[in-house]
T-cell receptor, first 115, second 113 residues
């Protein structure tokens, strides 16, 4: 299994509070992604990173921000959590771009509940 | 619009029987197609991909997928299902001229003993 650790694995929080999810990898892969998984929607891309301090928005980025100050860490922050952000969040890494036939390796997910 | 569709929420099959999980896509240019599997409480795992070449692609755990350009489909198949194949399966396609994957909504495969 690829060395990807997500923390926390489970979190319950209240509306309006800030939340940070961490993705840590030991593979030294350049590319990192944050997805959310919701029933009926599959996986949707929130933000992604092509390297240290190089990030960009995915299809559902509103309400989320990211940071990548080190190759191994990719942080996802919800500045003010809302109930619509209740979801399972997955971090993924890749050694190569998808266009270069790179495969994604996923972490085990972080289940976030916003009350 | 670029998209991928998995028309079945759930597929039920008896152990030992062949299985098919359907996927159709809509994307500009040549499609890059992928299948991933998710076991309970785990992240997704890569199964196989089609980029170019032979329309029948072989992947992990005895799975294969058939690319059909005229029908814009990429169905996942296995000749003989195992109970341990029970999981959630996702089809994905690379969005044209980007490095992003578009995932389907997933199909739950249930293999009964």
């Amino acid at each position: 299994d690829a060395g990807i650790t997500q923390s926390p694995r489970h979190k319950v929080t209240e509306t309006g509070t800030p939340v940070t999810l961490r993705c840590h990898q030991t593979e030294n892969h350049r590319y990192m992604y944050w997805y959310r998984q919701d029933p009926g929607h599959g996986l949707r891309l929130i933000h992604y990173s092509y390297g240290v301090k190089d990030t960009d928005k995915g299809e559902v980025s509103d309400g989320y921000s990211v940071s990548r100050s080190k190759t191994e860490d990719f942080l996802l922050t919800l500045e003010s959590a809302t109930s619509s952000q209740t979801s399972v969040y997955f971090c993924a890494i890749s050694e190569r771009l998808v266009v270069d036939t790179g495969e994604l390796f996923f972490g085990e997910g972080s289940r976030l509940t916003v009350l | 619009a670029q998209s991928v569709a998995q028309p079945e929420d759930q597929v039920n099959v008896a152990e030992g029987n062949p299985l098919t999980v359907k996927c159709t896509y809509s994307v500009s240019g040549n499609p890059y197609l992928f299948w991933y599997v998710q076991y309970p409480n785990r992240g997704l795992q890569f199964l196989l991909k089609y980029i170019t070449g032979d329309n029948l692609v072989k992947g992990s755990y005895g799975f294969e997928a058939e690319f059909n350009k005229s029908q814009t489909s990429f169905h996942l198949k296995k000749p003989s299902a195992l109970v341990s194949d029970s999981a959630l399966y996702f089809c994905a396609v690379r969005a044209y001229n980007t490095d992003k994957l578009i995932f389907g909504t997933g199909t739950r495969l249930q293999v009964f003993p």
